[in-house]
Every structure is written in C-alpha cells, then in structure tokens.
C-alpha cells in the first residue's frame, strides 16, 4: 500500500511540475510567453539578437505547440539594447506595453501600430 502511494504521489508531482511550466516559443529573435488563455507576451529572445535589426514586424499571432496564440503584451524591456531596429510594427492585437520597451534601440526611427 505504502509503496503505491508512494508511486502516486512521485507521478503527480512530476505531472504538476510539467503543467507549471511556461511555454515560450524563441523564433527570429523574439521570446513567445504564453500568458493562459489571454494570449502571449514578446520580448527579445536574449540568445539570439541577430535577426532584430531593420525592421522588425511581431506578428499578431503565433503557434506553440499546436494552439494558436493573439500576441498581447510587450513586456518591459522587450527591445532593450537592439540598436539595429530601425522600424517596430506592433500588432493591434497587442493591448499591454510594457515600460521602457526601447530603451537604448539609437537606431529606432518609426513605429507602426
């Protein structure tokens, strides 16, 4: 008996350790976060800034792990230091940004909401 408790008991904790993890989804150089069901947050993936630079458009939605997502938040910071962007498009499906999402972007010269 005490052997299939403890055997239930290691199978929940590992299920619930899966279920809290966060999905993100890293493609182009953006970080995908999955809020719930609101939708995801982006920021710049921190190891891979290659592709931000130019113009950088953030799609409206994106697909992790076969569900489809709106794109709804920046987070804070989310394009700090990407002094390559020249142009930010910014989905209308994005209704949070956060503080200081461009801190040092020099070259940033447009955005497109």
């Known amino acids: 008996m005490r052997k299939i408790f403890l055997i239930l008991s290691v199978v929940c904790l590992a299920l619930g ?3 809290t993890q966060a999905q993100t989804l890293d493609k182009d150089g953006l970080r995908y976060s999955v809020l719930g069901s609101q ?8 190891d891979d800034t290659t592709f931000l630079r130019g113009r950088v458009e953030i799609p409206s939605q994106v697909e992790i792990e076969g569900a489809k997502y709106n ?12 002094d390559l962007i020249k ?27």
């Open 17 to 19: 350790a899966m279920s």
């Open 39 to 46: 939708g995801v947050s982006v920021c710049v993936n921190p």
């Open 71 to 82: 794109v709804v938040a920046l987070t804070d910071t989310a394009f700090k230091n990407c």
């Open 87 to 113: 142009t930010l498009v910014i989905p209308s499906t994005v209704k949070s940004i956060g503080k200081n999402i461009v801190d040092y972007c020099f070259a940033l010269t447009d955005f497109e909401v």
